[in-house]
């Protein structure tokens, strides 16, 4: 039997991964766990049994990595402050709202206002994404592997969202700033929302976003809608435009 | 908020559970609506032979019982009439032709005018103010075994906390048909004058009243009830998703614009449908794939032939070697 080496330092800290099944548990108590797995230095945490509970995986810090482990219900992965989300099933209402930095990955179909008012980051819809995706968005990236529902993008003042099938109606209605490239078709496009030439730069970043999406998909073909930039300032000469908008 | 949910059984096994599943639904979306919870279910067919019909009265006062009884209206059920949570229930068979207003119009002179909430061979309509495991303690609604079934947790935004003011709404002058009502109808005011003065008679202030009426005045023009249904997409305002249980089968509806939300499972045995995923998971294991209808969506699942019922059932039993 040998001798212990003196002076050896311990194993290096290897935090394992927190499994936390959300069986029985209320929606405190999970995020009580999941800051614990947070403080005590883990760097992944897996939300077993989620079962489309609200609130899940909110405000998460950089560098930590949460699996939801089936559907998430409203506001999962909310003010995200940099942390890697995957959700491996459908997401309620306002998935990722008001993210500050970090990636939300849905596998399955997101609800209303996924992507609200984000700062930064990239959120990914695998599925489809319901009405209002991107509303007031600030900044960051959405990309909808599927079709989005009515309302796109409404008054998004700055950011991209890459849709790869088609939009409903209301695309880009009220946008401030910011794009909407879209694959598909439009349905009924929203006010003051107009097509604009896409250039060399509008692909490179398609394709750099689809990259960081998982998606491989040609570039070619998608189409760039802007604000028109007529509900900037009020004109009575364009009280139709307002009309409509309002 | 209020949270709606609905449940089609396409199997023997799951209409024998679909009380439980509702109202394990209703307690899921609980906190959405604390000022009321009910239910409405379509019960198995009935043979043709049987006549009588569920007759159900807010209000359990003796007086509306006694008006009841001079008006020759006696239980059939064995168990005489259940007053229950707020309610008289009570199975009879009408003399020929006598319908639920006519009744309703009888008992407004003998006993001031309490509304009847639900009338029909196969419809049970339980309601009530608090929450779903209230109505359960009231009525058992676990126990409700049929084809149909939708339910309701109730937060008051535009009207009075009572019984009567709760969902679902029977459709007043359709037999086993009911609604449930998640949103708000912006242009009630305006629709409630216009088919009140074409005679429609509504019995509580609450503006979802006006989508039962609105469908049986549509129907009585000679629409069918998708029909109804879709014409209800163009005339009503505001926000709305609603459900009807009808014995023919479950309607779903959504406004054009999508305000509230609404996720749908189609599977082999049952349509679910609920104002939130979480109803779906927590009375519903196993994998299922859950979708939100567009807006806009006017979706009908019909209830299986109580031939294809019995076919089923055949089928089962050999197929467990029995």
Known sequence: MSEPLPNSDPPAARPEAAVIDCQGLTTRAIGAAVWAAVDLGSKTARLENPGARHSLGVALPEGFELVIAGSAGYYAGGLNDGATIRIEGNAGWAAAESQRAGTVVIAGNAGNAVAASIRSGLVVVRGNASTRAGIGMKGGALVVAGDAGPMAGFMMQKGAIVIVGDAGDGVADSMYEGTIYLGGQAGELGADAVFQEIGPADHRLIEDLLGRAGLSRPVNGFRKLVAGRKLWNFQTSERAVWKGAL | ?322
């Open chain 2, 1 to 322: 908020m209020c949270g709606i949910v609905g449940f089609l059984a396409k199997d023997s096994a799951h209409a024998a559970a679909s009380g439980r599943i509702v109202l394990e639904m209703l307690e899921a979306l609980a906190r959405r609506g604390p000022d009321g919870a009910g239910f409405a279910g379509i019960g198995p067919a009935v043979d043709g032979h049987d006549q009588t019909v569920v007759i159900r009265i807010a209000g359990g006062e003796l007086r509306v019982l006694r008006a009841l009884d001079a008006l020759g209206i006696v239980d059939q059920s064995g168990s005489g009439p259940r007053l229950e949570g707020g309610t008289i229930r009570l199975r009879f068979e009408p003399a020929q032709g006598v319908t639920a207003g006519q009744v309703e119009t009888a008992l407004s002179a003998a006993a001031g005018a309490p509304e009847v909430l639900a009338f029909g061979p196969r419809l049970e309509l339980v309601k009530g103010v608090g929450p779903p495991r209230a109505l359960e303690a009231a009525h058992a609604v676990s126990r409700f075994v049929g084809p149909v079934a939708i339910g309701h947790t109730r937060m008051s935004t535009e009207s009075r906390i009572d019984l009567c003011h709760s969902q679902p709404f029977w459709i007043h002058g359709l037999p086993d048909h009911a609604i449930v009502h998640n949103g708000h109808i912006t242009n009630y005011h305006r629709l409630r004058r216009a088919f009140e003065q074409e005679g429609a008679r509504f019995h509580t202030e609450n503006d979802s009243e006006v989508i039962g009426v609105f469908l049986k005045r549509s129907m009585d023009q000679g629409l069918d009830l998708i029909q109804a249904m879709e014409r209800s997409v163009d005339e009503l305002d505001g926000s709305f998703n609603y459900l009807v249980a009808a014995p023919e089968g479950l309607g779903v509806v959504r406004d054009p614009h999508g305000f509230k939300p609404l996720v749908l499972a189609d599977a082999v045995e049952f349509t679910a449908v609920a104002t939130e995923e979480i109803a779906l998971e927590q009375a519903l294991p196993g994998p299922f794939h859950a979708r939100e209808p567009a807006p806009g969506s006017v979706l009908f699942f019909p209830a299986p032939k109580p031939a294809q019922s019995a076919r089923d059932a055949g089928q089962r039993l050999r197929s467990t070697g029995t």
